[in-house]
């Protein structure tokens, strides 16, 4: 699956103006690419202006053609993510038909990401963190190939079994979010995003939509924030 965040009008992108954010759910398991459905945040503006990338937001994933709410993402205010937290940590629980799904959840760490995806009952599914190097002390900054190269703008977000205990030194992960890079254009003069999501070839239908919503946490904790100027 393709998840791409909808790109500002220009008057916007010029002026700075915090729009809220819009993604398009995209099947890419078919020959052709299939739009499946939208995703539109609630938020407040002065939030979104003020807060940047910790803001609260609630996001309905909305089916193709029939309008009908597939997913619903609710994230709560609360402090950035920043390594050595010991509390206020950030999460996001996903919800369907009012029935809770599952959450993604920032845990603690010192130099590189990480996060936890839980099913409805609160138990760890799946891991999430950056490739690492150095003994997990480093992000490794070549897993994609090197920087300058084909993997420049590519950032990579692996996931692990919730039982593998070491996941770092080369693990091996199940599934990845990637985010990639588009047209040149779009990179220099647009603050869009775009992940591709790879799911771990056991995965549910709900385990699933819990990676994909993922994305969109990862989006707001990571590259939103960074689009305020705020060191993460």
Same mark, same amino acid.
């Given at each position: ?41 609630? #938020? ?5 202006? $003020? %807060? ?35 509390? %206020? ?11 809770? $799904? ?17 099913? #409805? ?7 999430? /963190? ?10 490794? %900054? %070549? ?14 977000? /692996? ?65 939103? #924030? ?7």
């Amino acid at each position: 699956m393709t998840i791409r965040q909808t790109r500002k009008g220009w008057i916007q992108e010029c002026f700075g103006c915090e729009a809220a954010d819009e993604f398009k759910w995209i099947n890419t398991t078919d020959k052709a690419s299939t739009h499946i459905a939208t995703s539109l945040e609630e #938020s407040n503006f002065c939030m979104r202006l $003020l %807060c940047g990338g910790c803001h609260e937001f609630t996001m309905d994933v909305k089916e193709e053609g029939s309008g009908d709410t597939i997913m619903s993402m609710h994230r709560p205010m609360a402090c950035n993510a920043a390594p050595c937290k010991c509390c %206020c940590f950030n999460t996001m629980t996903m919800t369907s038909n009012s029935r809770t $799904l599952g959450s993604i959840t920032e845990g603690f760490y010192c130099c590189v990401p990480r996060m936890s995806i839980t099913n #409805s009952v609160g138990a760890t599914i799946y891991k999430v /963190h950056q490739p690492t190097c150095c003994g997990g002390i480093c992000v490794n %900054c %070549c897993a994609e190939g090197r920087s300058c190269g084909a993997a420049c703008c590519r950032v990579p977000f /692996h996931i692990f079994p919730g039982d593998m205990q070491d996941t770092d030194n080369g693990a091996p992960h199940v599934g990845k979010i990637l985010k990639v890079p588009k047209s040149l254009a779009t990179e220099i003069f647009t603050d869009s995003e775009a992940f591709d999501v790879d799911f771990p070839i056991d995965a549910t239908v709900e385990q699933k939509a819990l990676i994909a919503a993922s994305s969109v946490y990862i989006n707001a904790n990571f590259f939103e #924030s960074e689009k305020q100027g705020i060191d993460v």
